[in-house]
Each structure stands twice: as structure tokens, then as C-alpha cells.
């Protein structure tokens, strides 16, 4: 039996992909409505992530922030309270690699193998089974699990112990937050000198400086539908503080991404939080 705990954005497609896969299934998420359409599948609902763990050999999580992690993770109900010596846990959750590292060691005390695997990819690449899973731990449990990150993920990269996945994931998302904002102010730029913003685009996305997230984005652009978001500003800003946080312990400044996190502050500022967080050409086109 497999368990998977986080049933949003991602984690309902990730789940999804298992189930359709044929596997045995059994989900908790804290809004129990969200779960509905997965148990019409064939998922079986719980109460707590307890009983996901004391029902499961295997367990994914999927979460929104490191809170809900810890959340999930301890206490009386929590995941660590039901999971059996000997199954196996994987965070796909993004959080700082001093977390994972905290969250293994607890797992460990109780014998219970632990993996952190975050993914890169939003709402598309998950539903279509393309993520890329960047995974900290033991070699030997990831290989048991292979075959399931392989149903939802195009490719896996084994970065090293645990948190080498969630430090990998930070690196991953501080570029991905400046490289939507460099091409949003571009483009906002090249539509001040009086270019049609799809002619410019194109032109971009002809030369040699265009990023394959910059092509996911382009309708975003085009039409300015921030409001359906593939990914957060609110994600991406909790990522680039994660990052900007870590990057203070180890002592190395991060100049240009504590820069460009400020303008997705600004946009959390206007209300757009729940906005894809390529809203911020939006900020950038009226200042």
C-alpha cells in the first residue's frame, strides 16, 4: 500500500498518476473535500496522517510550506506516530535542506527510512508525468522507490545524503524566480519602446537566451491570465526566502535573488499571493 498526503495543486496530480498506475492508495489532506475526487477512483480517505502511515509501507508527502510539514510529521496524529520500522517516507514537500536533515533523523529514531525528493515541474508537467525529482538520502532506498517517482517524473537525480534533494530544489527555484522576472521586465521593456509584446516574445524565444520555463509562461503573458496559477507567488517567494535563509547560514550573500524576491513581495503586497507568480510582469509593466 502506498500513502500520499498533500492533496493540491501537485499532490493531486502526483497521487492521480499512482493511481492510474495501478497502485493501492490511501491519502490524507487537512481539507478533507479535496480528497473526494481521487476516492471516486479508488484512493481510500483518512482522518490522519497517522493512519496513512500505519496503513502504508510507503508514504509521499507533498505540502505546501515548512509548517505544514512539521505539522504533518509529528504529534499524536502526526505521520511519525503511525509509520511502521522499516517503511519508507519521501518529502517531495520544499523546504531547507536543515529540515530534511532534522526530519530524517527523527524518521531514523524510529527506524524508518527517509528520502527528500522535491520536484521541479508545476501543475502541467505533473499531470502529464514529466517532473524532474532531485533526491537526498540512501542509494539503496531509492532505487526501491524508482519505479514509482518513474509513473509521475520524466527523470530522477540522486544529489547525495539527505537534504541534498531540498538543496538542489532551492538552487533550482532561485533561478527560476529570476529568470521569469528578467524575461517579464524584458518584455514589459520592449512594449515601453513601442514593440508588440508577441513579437517580441518570439524574437526572444528565436534567440539564445530564452529558458524552457520561459515557454510555459508565454500564454501567461500574452493574455495576462495571472489569476489560474500553474505556481504561486506565494510559492515562489516562500522558496526564495527558504533559499535566502539557508544561503545566511552558510554565509553567502544572494544579491540579485534577494532583489528580485522583493518584487514578488511587492506582488503579495497587491493582493496577488494566489496569483502565478508571473503576475510579476504585471507589477513591472506599471512601474
Known amino acids: 500500500m502506498i500513502g500520499f498526503i498533500g492533496i493540491g495543486l501537485m499532490g493531486s496530480r502526483m497521487a492521480g498518476r499512482l493511481l492510474d498506475a495501478g497502485n493501492d492508495l490511501v491519502i490524507y489532506n487537512r481539507t478533507q473535500s479535496k480528497m473526494q475526487p481521487l476516492i471516486e477512483k479508488g484512493a481510500k480517505g483518512t482522518s490522519s496522517p497517522k493512519e496513512v502511515g500505519s496503513q502504508a509501507d510507503i508514504v509521499f508527502t507533498m505540502l505546501a510550506d515548512p509548517k505544514a510539514v512539521d505539522a504533518v510529521a509529528y504529534g499524536e496524529q502526526g505521520l511519525l506516530a503511525g509509520m511502521k520500522p522499516g517503511s519508507l517516507w519521501i518529502d517531495s514537500s520544499t523546504i531547507s535542506p536543515t529540515q530534511s536533515v532534522q526530519l530524517a533523523k527523527r524518521a531514523n529514531e524510529k ?37 514509482l517517482l518513474n509513473v509521475m517524473g520524466k527523470a530522477v537525480h540522486h544529489k547525495g545524503a539527505n537534504g541534498a534533494g531540498t538543496a538542489m530544489k532551492l538552487v533550482n527555484n532561485l533561478m527560476l524566480g529570476q529568470s521569469v522576472a528578467a524575461f517579464a521586465e524584458a518584455v514589459a521593456f520592449g512594449e515601453r519602446l513601442g514593440l508588440d509584446k508577441e513579437g517580441v516574445i518570439q524574437s526572444l524565444f528565436a534567440g539564445p537566451t530564452a529558458a524552457p520555463i520561459l ?34 547560514g552558510h554565509g553567502f550573500a544572494l544579491p540579485l535573488s534577494n532583489l528580485v524576491k522583493a518584487f514578488y513581495g511587492l506582488c503579495q503586497q497587491q493582493g496577488k499571493g494566489d496569483y502565478d507568480f508571473a503576475t510579476i510582469y504585471d507589477l513591472l509593466k506599471k512601474h
Open 111 to 147: 527506524k524508518i527510512r527517509f528520502l527528500d525528493a522535491p520536484v521541479a515541474g508545476s501543475t502541467g508537467p505533473a499531470e502529464k508525468g514529466e517532473l524532474l525529482f532531485f533526491v537526498g538520502g540512501d542509494a539503496a532506498d531509492l532505487e526501491e522507490v524508482h519505479p
Open 215 to 248: 515557454h510555459f509562461k508565454e500564454n501567461k503573458m500574452l493574455k495576462e491570465d495571472f489569476e489560474n496559477a500553474d505556481f504561486k507567488v506565494n510559492s515562489i517567494y516562500k522558496d526564495m526566502e527558504l533559499a535566502s535563509e539557508e544561503a545566511y
